[in-house]
């Protein structure tokens, strides 16, 4: 306090300036949300990178249009493939691309830590420093059975002397690999009746089969069948013989065109025992040459499980 001249008082309060400038908590929300953002993008990034092309493909094709994904036909390989699905012929069956395990998740705290990990493994693949990340595995055999198919539907469309046939050329995905048949038609087909000889419309195909899988690692298993009709009393031939000459002479043919002897794994006859019209056994879909390639994982000197579809 201080005397003013004319007698009056004065009282001075000073107030002093709070530090919420600088020492305040402001800047420590900003720091966390900052470093929440890089975490959140390292991990992106981590996944980015740890993710196979053909499910990144896959993912991509799910969000620019999740409806197609309800379009698809169902059946195959549950893998993830790759995009430009709705440009594939209808010759080619192509299984549904959903990225998403869409069965029920259990609460938290019934699911294990090795649950989880694998569940992390089934969706991604394996990360890390991990020996199996070099092996073949489903990644590598989807990858590969996505470029026979693209090989394969590129040739058909380039050779217009394939045309009327491309129907006679399907593919599908199994559980044993990718399924590639040479079917026989009303009046168009691939052998001479009771014959093992190819025709030259079964030799052009093949062309672009054997051109397809040339330079793939995968094992091949060639089957023949044949429809329920049987040969006439003292032909001194019967279905089995007749099947299994023809994929003979497929295989015959393929490594003529260059395929590798020894990727062939089996070449087998089935008759008339794996209809692909089990209500119609004397259809002419019936008689056909079925093409395996393999999964990596197919053990050697074990028969390939691969059932027959329409």
Same mark, same amino acid.
Do not use: C
């Given at each position: ?31 966390? +949300? ?37 379009? /698809? ?8 493939? @790759? ?27 019934? #699911?294990?830590?090795?649950? /989880? !990990? +694998? ?18 595995? +489903? ?13 394969? @539907? ?13 129907? #006679?050329? #399907? ?47 995968? @094992? ?40 590798? !002897? ?9 008759? +008339? ?26 053990? !050697? ?10």
């Amino acid at each position: 306090m201080a005397p003013r001249k004319d007698g009056r008082i004065v009282v001075r309060k000073v107030v002093e300036a709070g530090h919420g400038g600088h020492h305040g908590g402001a800047w420590k929300v900003a720091y966390a +949300d900052f470093v929440t953002a890089m975490m959140a993008f390292f991990l992106l990034m981590w996944l980015l990178g740890t993710t196979s092309k053909a499910k990144l493909e896959g993912l991509a094709e799910y969000f620019t249009d999740p409806g197609s994904v309800s379009r /698809l036909p169902p059946g195959g390989d549950a893998g993830i493939l @790759r995009g430009s699905m709705a440009m594939a012929p209808s010759f080619i069956q192509i299984p549904p691309a959903s990225p998403f395990d869409l069965s029920p998740t259990p609460a938290r705290g019934e #699911q294990t830590d090795s649950e /989880l !990990a +694998d569940r992390v493994v089934q969706a991604f693949g394996p990360v890390g420093d991990d020996p199996a990340l070099d092996m073949p595995g +489903d990644a590598e055999d989807a990858r590969t059975f996505a470029q026979v198919e693209d090989r394969i @539907r590129e040739a058909l469309a380039a050779r217009d002397d394939l045309a009327p046939f491309r129907n #006679q050329l #399907q593919v599908t995905r199994t559980e044993a690999g990718l399924r590639i048949e040479l079917l026989d038609r009303e009046n168009l087909a691939m052998f001479p009746s009771g014959s093992d000889r190819l025709s030259p419309e079964a030799l052009r195909l093949l062309e672009v089969v054997a051109a397809a899988v040339a330079d793939q690692p995968n @094992r091949l298993s060639i089957r023949g069948h044949t429809d329920s009709r049987p040969f006439a009393s003292g032909a001194g031939s019967d279905n089995w013989r007749l099947s299994s000459d023809r994929a003979n002479a497929t295989r015959l043919a393929m490594t003529g065109m260059g395929l590798a !002897a020894a990727r062939i794994a089996e070449v087998v006859g089935k008759a +008339d025992t794996e209809p692909r019209l089990p209500e119609r056994p004397e259809d002419p879909r019936n008689r056909r040459i079925s093409i395996l390639l393999m999964n990596h994982a197919a053990p !050697a000197g074990e028969e390939m499980v691969d059932p027959a579809g329409p």
